[in-house]
């Protein structure tokens, strides 16, 4: 129908004119939205870029980040590791022993490489004792050390002053030669072994991520504050009187005069992991907060046990 002209109260028809107006007006108001809502070849090239240099300057520090971590990781697994075989040979009534491949005798682990530890059972005690075979369950095989982290050593026993001094000195040829002739595996590494009961002796475990041809007394000494070439080292330490596990550095000598001087244990029985050297103040408020955690560990004990 014809629109009607208010104004003259006439009949009012659309002409060619007008019409092509508005067909101009509806295409440019068509071609601005479609404008609006994106974006050009150039602006997207031009984000695109941006990412690619934001991305190659934070990949090197994730990446050494990612380095970093791995030997408190692989700490942390090793610790995890160590309370599965307990667990294990409790539940199983039979005897296990964790160790780490000898690589002079070319021997391998699980994965079959020579840097993760072997999980052993001995399967028979009556019929075949000392008679071990290597445990394949998926808890007892996996990546337990990740990267370059390796055990540069296995210490067995509670850790004393005299221990820990003798790590920093050259090692006893003639007790390597004794130690090997009664147990054909190599005093570096010696076997860790778990009783049915899931009881196990004091053991230390030294990773590191260092070269693999350092020995330990050689290691011992990189892992010193002041050490020219300095290298990081984490020790793992079980109590297997109480079952209590944690990690830490090893101590530097300062800190073992101290420790001597007042005649404390070289026990911090809690992760610590930190460079700076510990002080008096440091050691006394570590022990006052294991003896309330001892405290509490007891008070717990004995209220489950009255129940």
């Known amino acids: 129908m014809p629109a009607r002209d208010a104004r003259r109260g006439k009949a009012w028809y659309p002409t060619d004119e007008t019409l092509t107006d508005g067909a101009a007006t509806t295409m440019r108001t068509r071609d601005h939205h479609h404008r609006a809502g994106g974006f050009t070849l150039l602006e997207v090239s031009l984000v695109i870029a941006l990412l690619v240099v934001l991305a190659g300057l934070a ?7 990612y380095r970093e971590q791995q030997l408190p990781e692989s700490a942390r697994r090793l610790e995890a590791l160590l309370g599965l075989v ?3 040979a409790a539940w199983d009534g039979k005897r296990y022993r964790v160790r780490f491949p000898d690589p ?5 682990d699980a994965l079959g490489t020579d840097r993760q530890p072997r999980i ?19 808890w007892a095989v996996g990546d337990t050390l990740l990267g370059d982290v390796w ?7 509670r850790p004393t002053i005299d ?14 030669v004794l130690i090997r002739k009664f147990r054909d595996l190599n005093p570096r590494w010696p076997p860790l072994y778990v009783e049915p009961d899931g009881y196990c002796p004091w053991v230390t475990f030294v990773l590191t991520d260092a070269d693999r041809s350092l020995e330990p007394d050689e290691l011992a000494k990189r892992a010193e504050r002041d050490a020219d ?9 079980l109590d297997g009187d109480l079952g209590l596990s944690w990690l830490q550095r090893p101590f530097y000598e300062e800190e073992l005069d101290l420790f001597e001087d007042k005649n404390w244990p070289v026990l ?22 294991n003896a309330l955690r001892r405290q509490a560990q007891q008070a717990a004990a004995a209220d489950a046990g009255s129940r």
Do not use: H
Request: some cysteine; overall charge negative.
């Open 59 to 65: 990949m090197p520090a994730f990446f050494r980040e």
């Open 86 to 88: 307990r667990a294990n």
């Open 104 to 108: 002079e005798e070319n021997e391998k």
């Open 120 to 138: 052993e059972r001995e399967n028979e005690p009556l019929e075949a004792p000392e008679v071990w075979t290597l445990v394949t369950a998926p």
């Open 151 to 157: 055990c540069a050593e296995v210490r067995l026993g």
């Open 163 to 176: 221990t820990l001094r003798e790590a920093r000195e050259q090692r006893s040829e003639v007790r390597d």
């Open 229 to 237: 070439e300095p290298a990081r080292v984490i020790e793992v330490i």
């Open 268 to 289: 911090l029985r809690q992760d610590f992991l930190e460079r700076r050297v510990l002080t008096e103040d440091d050691v006394l408020e570590l022990r006052e907060y």
